[in-house]
């Protein structure tokens, strides 16, 4: 994300932490205003104009999304009258205030997040399911019912919500990506942050409070630590947070010999 992207979207979610009357209507709100801009090549590359006045796109969007609660309506003038990169990256902001702001709306941010976490691993799991759910060639309403019929009951209205839009608006991204990205989001906003560990077989009690200890040292916040097993790696454990990956499995140790050897 380009520098005044970044600022832009530390700016959005200050103004959303100090926000009254946020709602899981206003998440909801601001990820369909999202896919609406999305949408119009026109209006996204007017909102990235920065020759364009602020108070021009505030105007605008008032004009556009009358129908929005205040919040969301006072969260999404803002995001848009701040200067962003490009017009990929506003619509990626208002998603990820979208995001927060259904996680912010919720008594058990952390439940979101869990289950966010789960049905990224249900998809990335199953190729037919992640391709039904993120093919471009299917209509986004019926993506979108058929996330509603796998997880009707099944998850918070909060987590329904952002799977709703994220297989509407892939992006050319993949879902189960998109899924483990949106928790990150959410955990982030929590004050946490995610780590997916592999490991060959379930970590003891002990190794879990080592591992969240060393963690929490290392990046400042305590973690959620999901464990993903795979018997492939032998032993040891790989551990990715965000785009960093700290491999330590035996498998990898065992490549690298390999590629040594051959050299």
Do not use: C
């Not at 008032?62 to 990256?89: K, M, P, Y």
């Not at 987590?159 to 993949?174: E, N, T, W």
């Not at 189960?176 to 982030?188: M, Y």
């Not at 003891?204 to 305590?222: F, I, M, N, P, V």
Request: zero cysteines; proline letters at 3%.
């Amino acid at each position: 994300m380009g520098s005044a992207s970044r600022v832009a979207l530390e700016a959005a979610k200050e103004s959303l932490a100090k926000a009254k009357g946020v709602t899981l209507a206003t998440g909801e709100q601001l990820l369909s205003a999202a896919r609406d801009i999305d949408g119009s090549t026109q209006l996204r590359q007017l909102l990235a104009d920065p020759s364009i006045e602020a108070a021009e796109k505030s105007a605008l969007i008032r004009r556009i999304f009358g129908s929005l609660d205040s919040a969301a309506s006072t969260l999404l003038g803002e995001l848009t009258a701040s200067r962003w990169s490009n017009s990929d990256q506003l619509i990626d902001g208002i998603e990820q205030l979208g995001i927060r702001a259904i996680a912010a709306s919720s008594a058990d941010s952390a439940n979101i997040e869990a289950q966010l976490f789960e049905v990224s691993r249900a998809v990335s799991s199953d190729p037919d399911l992640e391709l039904a759910l993120g093919s471009t060639l299917g209509a986004p309403q019926e993506k979108a019912a058929l996330a509603d019929r796998l997880l009707a009951t099944k998850v918070a209205p909060g987590v329904q919500a952002i799977v709703r839009h994220l297989v509407q608006s892939p992006r050319g991204r993949r879902i189960g990506e998109l899924l483990g990205g949106a928790a990150a989001t959410v955990a982030d906003a929590g004050g946490s942050f995610i780590a997916v560990v592999t490991a060959a077989a379930p970590l003891t009690a002990a190794q879990l409070k080592a591992l969240t200890s060393t963690l929490t040292a290392q990046y400042g916040r305590e973690p959620r630590v999901a464990v993903r097993i795979d018997p492939s790696v032998i032993g040891g454990l790989r551990v990715r947070v965000g785009d960093e990956v700290i491999d330590g499995t035996i498998a990898s140790r065992l490549t690298e010999l390999r590629l040594q050897l051959a050299g």
